[in-house]
Structures are given as structure tokens and as C-alpha cells.
């Protein structure tokens, strides 16, 4: 494998370049399509996933598909960073932002005093082109890691959810890596250029991604960006404003009569937190302030009190697999395992003190 990355990958040529580009080219265009295909083939649905074992197995056969590519991107990269370049005699450190490309003659601190004091113009004439080659250098380490940020959250949906922040980070921690590994091991220069041309590499990978496939392997997208702007148009005339302004937390208010067996299931049984308790002695009432990420949770106790409403909590939860398991392994018996009917995602139900309905949805 490593020999025909040799022949296209050379760190020391211009075919690097050109193979990286043409690699890229390939995976943003051939990649969406070939899914739809699978996707066809196999039908199954890249959106949502299924409480069949047979189209949850399919699932699992298409993401091993779409792990092949990704596995082939990792080996190409560990090539042209790691085993093209022969070991130097010194640890060789660049901190200059941007010292490939031009040669400064009082450095960065310098031309920002320069441009203040003499002019833009003084302070242009003392920074010096360096040449197409090192341009070329800059132009390969923003490329290489475009598939990264592109392959990452097609593949793995932790990625998938936070897109712009999960993927570009790891996108920085991958590059912060390899140059430590590069200085280790004095196959390469460690610098600090390639950490933030890799970084914005990452960060178009995800926009073409957003951009190109999600729109390919989502037919719906349109409907769906116009119902988002409608909405979001509303808002902002509402009396709340913009979206944006409001605190992503919530409450949701439960009446029980067993204050005991309420904080036995909520708190030890579904992770909820006390934040606060308080008792009128007059009435026995107990008002309970739970809390679970963002999610805020009042229980009022009312002993020997008749509740006669129906009363439903709802929890968003991204792998609903390992909680059914987490479920099982606690001896809390899943009431219904279904699709919820207006989203069409996955969802159990479970039953809680006082006839409670606690839905999870994935």
C-alpha cells in the first residue's frame, strides 16, 4: 500500500500536490453518491436508524463501507507526514506565523510597529516573498486535511451532532500530534503554520460537508432550510426575539405524591441532581429542583393528594442503545419501543412514580 502512496504521495515533489487535490476532488464528489447508492442497495436510510436487526446490521455494514475511505485517507496522511522524510540531526522548531511563505526582516512584532509608525507601505517592503515551493507546502497541509473534516462527521455521528466544533477541534488535536510525533522523532520541521493550515483544512472539509453532502444524501433539505428560516423569521417578530437570546435550558413541572420513591427513580435511577429542596410544614408540600445537563426538572409532593391528569417528561439522549441496555441492567422494564410520529426517530417509553410517562428519544 505504502508504494503506491510513493509513487503519487512524495513529500520532496510536485505530485504531491496534485494527487492530494485530485484525492479531495474525488471525495467530495464520489463519496455522497456512492452512500446513496448503498444506501439504495442495501434499504436502509443514511437519516435514521431502525429498531430491526436486520436494517441495524445493514446500518453497521454501511458505515464499515464508509470506513474504508477514511482508513485509506489515514494511510496516505501517515506516509506524506511520517515515513516520505528521512530522519533529520536536529529537532527543528518553527514558531514564525506564516515563515514559509515570507521572510520578515525585524519579524511579525516588528512589521505590526513598522505599519503603525512608517505606513502600510514600509511595512510591505519589509516582508519578502518566499518563493511558489513553500506557497506549494502551505497549499499541501490546508489540502491534507480537508477530507479529514470531511470524512469525520460523515462517518461518526458524535461528529455529525457538532460538526463545527467537535470535528475542528480533533482536526487541531490530530495536527497538534503530529507535530510533537514529527519533533520526537525529527521527521519534520514542528510548526506552528501547520497547525493552523491544517486547522482551516478541517474547517472546509465540514463546510463541504454541510454544503454538498448532507444536501446529497438528505433529498428533503430544502423543505427543511425553508421551514428553518420561516420559523426563525417568526421568532425574531415574536416577543421573545431573536432565538439566539434565549438560554437553551428548560423546565418541566411534575406533581407526585411519593417524595421518597420520585427521588429514588429521578436521582438514582436517571442521574438527576438535587439542586434544591423545600418543605412547608403547613401543607407537607416538598418542591424538589432537579437538574440533568440542561435540562430542569420541578417535582411537587403533595402526600395523599389525587392526581388526575396525565403527566409525560421528555429526554433527548443520542445512543439510545446503551441506555435500552443501561434500562435492562437497572430492572426497569421499557413500556413501548417505537418511532416517534412526528420526527421519526427512535424512541422507548418507560413508566415512572405516579403514572409518569418518560419518553426518551434519540
Aim: net charge positive; aromatic share 12%; hydrophobic share 45%.
Amino acid at each position: 500500500m505504502y508504494s503506491f502512496f510513493s509513487t503519487f504521495l512524495n513529500g520532496r515533489t510536485s505530485m504531491t500536490n496534485i494527487g492530494i487535490t485530485v484525492m479531495v476532488f474525488i471525495l467530495v464528489l464520489a463519496m455522497p453518491t456512492i452512500d446513496s447508492l448503498v444506501c439504495h442497495k442495501l434499504k436502509v436510510s443514511p437519516v435514521f436508524d431502525s429498531w430491526d436487526r436486520k436494517k441495524h446490521h445493514l446500518l453497521m455494514l454501511r458505515k464499515v463501507i464508509l470506513l474504508l475511505p477514511f482508513i485509506l485517507y489515514l494511510e496516505a496522511v501517515s506516509y506524506v507526514v511520517f515515513f516520505s522524510r528521512n530522519a533529520s540531526e536536529v529537532y527543528s522548531v518553527q514558531s514564525v506565523i506564516l515563515g514559509p511563505v515570507f521572510t520578515i526582516d525585524s519579524g511579525f512584532i516588528g512589521v505590526l510597529k513598522v505599519l503603525f509608525t512608517q505606513g502600510i507601505q514600509q511595512a510591505i517592503d519589509s516582508m519578502h516573498f518566499a518563493g511558489w515551493y513553500s506557497v506549494s507546502e502551505v497549499y499541501l497541509n490546508v489540502m491534507l486535511f480537508i477530507p479529514f473534516g470531511y470524512l469525520l462527521p460523515y462517518v461518526f455521528k458524535t461528529f455529525r451532532d457538532q460538526a463545527n466544533r467537535y470535528t475542528v477541534l480533533c482536526g487541531f488535536c490530530v495536527s497538534l500530534f503530529i507535530e510533537n510525533i514529527q519533533l520526537i522523532t525529527r521527521h519534520g520541521v514542528y510548526d506552528v503554520d501547520d497547525l493552523i493550515t491544517n486547522t482551516l483544512g478541517t474547517l472546509i472539509g465540514v463546510i463541504l460537508y454541510r454544503k454538498f453532502a448532507y444536501v446529497v444524501t438528505n433529498p428533503d433539505w430544502r423543505n427543511q432550510l425553508k421551514l428553518r428560516r420561516y420559523w426563525h423569521s417568526r421568532a425574531r417578530k415574536s416577543v421573545l426575539g431573536d432565538v439566539r437570546e434565549l438560554s437553551i435550558s428548560s423546565r418541566s413541572v411534575l406533581y407526585v405524591t411519593d417524595e421518597d420513591a420520585s427521588r429514588s427513580f429521578f436521582v438514582d435511577h436517571l442521574g438527576f441532581h438535587m439542586k434544591k429542596m423545600i418543605l412547608d410544614e403547613d401543607s407537607n408540600r416538598v418542591d424538589m429542583l432537579l437538574q440533568r445537563g440542561h435540562l430542569h426538572l420541578h417535582l411537587i409532593s403533595i402526600p395523599n393528594s389525587q392526581i388526575s391528569k396525565e403527566q409525560c417528561l421528555g429526554i433527548t439522549v443520542k445512543h439510545i442503545d446503551s441506555i435500552c441496555k443501561r434500562l435492562e441492567k437497572a430492572g426497569i422494564e421499557i413500556k413501548n419501543k417505537g418511532f416517534d410520529s412526528l420526527t421519526q426517530k427512535r424512541c422507548i417509553q418507560i413508566q415512572g412514580p405516579d403514572g409518569i410517562k418518560v419518553m426518551i428519544l434519540e
